[in-house]
C-alpha cells in the first residue's frame, strides 16, 4: 500500500441507474479504452490525470460507487469498485466483479476494499505528516449483545493533525487492517484516543480478534484500557 486515493464524483449528469449487467459491460468497455493512458500515468505517478475520465466511468454504473486505485497483492495494482456495503449497489458490483477481464500481472480487481497484508508496513501521507500504521494502538471492546466491537484508535500524531487528517487516521487504519467488508460488519462505534491507551493492542491484534469473532469464537469483552 505504497499510496491510496479514492475518488468521488464531482456532479452527476444522470442519477437513474440502469441495469447492472449492460452497465458493466460498458465500464469495462471504457476501461480498454483508457487503459493505456491509465498505465501510463500511473509509471509517471500522475493519478490525476485520469480522475475525471475513470471517475466518469465508474459513476455511469451507479452515481453512488466509489472507486481507488491502489497497489495489488497478486498484481501490480488494484481496482476497487466499491457500494461501501450498501445491499442496493451489490447488484451493480456483482455485475462489475463478473463481468471483469481475467486478472493478470499488472492488475487485479475487488468490489470492496480489501486488506493489506500487514498493515503494520504501511506509511501513509497526511498534510506535512509520515505516518507509520505500526504506531497505531487500538481499545477494542466486544459488544456482545449488538454483535459488533466499539474500537478507539491511537496515534502519538493524532494531536497534530488537522481534523479532516484526524478523521482519515482514525478510519484508514480499520480499513487496511480488516478490509472493508469485515470493518463494516464487524465494527460498532469508532472514536479517537489522544492519549495512549492502558494495555491497547496493535492493528494486527485487532485482525486476529476479530477473525475469531468472525469464524464463530470469543474475543475478550475488553481490549485494552481507556486513555
Known sequence: MGWFRRFRRPEIIDERPGDPEQAAREFWRRWQEL??????????????????DLTEAVAAMHP???????????????????????????????AWLAAAPPEDAIWEYHDSVPPVPDPSEVTVNLGAHRIALADVRIVAQVDEPSGTVDVAVHHPD???????????LTFLPLDATLGERLAARWLGRVETADNTPENAITLLDLRDLVHRLDEGG??????????
Open 35 to 52: 487503459l493505456t493512458d491509465i498505465s501510463a500515468a500511473l509509471g509517471d505517478r500522475e493519478p490525476q490525470r485520469f480522475e475525471h
Open 64 to 94: 453512488d460507487l466509489q472507486f481507488s486505485v491502489d497497489r495489488g497483492q497478486r498484481a501490480i495494482y488494484a481496482l476497487v469498485v466499491t457500494g461501501q456495503e450498501d445491499p442496493a449497489l451489490r447488484p451493480f458490483t456483482d
Open 158 to 168: 493524532l494531536v497534530e493533525l488537522e481534523p479532516r487528517d484526524r478523521e482519515a
Open 218 to 227: 470469543t474475543g475478550e469483552e475488553d481490549v485494552g484500557g481507556a486513555g
